[in-house]
């Protein structure tokens, strides 16, 4: 893990991380949720137990999918950065449009639940 802010992932079969973008510029939030939707609707990162957002060494933010649940969870290592990432909005890489806009998909599939918790978002899987 480097020093500057980083997507990566944590294998499903080993535990292992993986890088999934190095080096990010711009607003770095906002495309960690891109990258979130593409995890949440399976669209990408389908090998993935969760994926993480790393400022050098010190991780910024955590989504998964706990195991056996029907939620998505996103937890931020500040108030700061959970703000941030609701004011992003969703970021596609410019150089290689793989994957489309997802918040229409990210949205028909998943709905909000609230938390106490001002560092974690939650989102429950429609029935």
């Known amino acids: 893990m480097g020093q500057t802010p980083t997507i990566y992932g944590r294998l499903k079969i080993n535990d292992k991380y993986n890088s999934i973008y190095e080096d990010l510029q711009g607003n770095v939030m906002a495309r ?70 997802l918040y229409r998909d990210f949205d028909k599939k998943w709905q909000p639940i609230a938390t106490d918790d001002l560092k974690k978002r939650v989102f429950s899987r429609k029935t």
């Open 32 to 101: 960690f949720k891109h990258e979130t939707f593409a995890y949440a609707t399976e669209k990408a990162h389908t090998d993935y137990k969760a994926i993480y957002l790393y400022n050098g060494y010190v991780r910024t933010a955590k989504a998964c999918t706990p195991v056996g649940t029907k939620y998505l969870e996103i937890i931020f290592n500040s108030n700061t950065a959970a703000k941030e990432w609701d004011s992003a909005s969703e970021q596609i890489e410019t150089v290689h449009v793989e994957i489309p806009w």
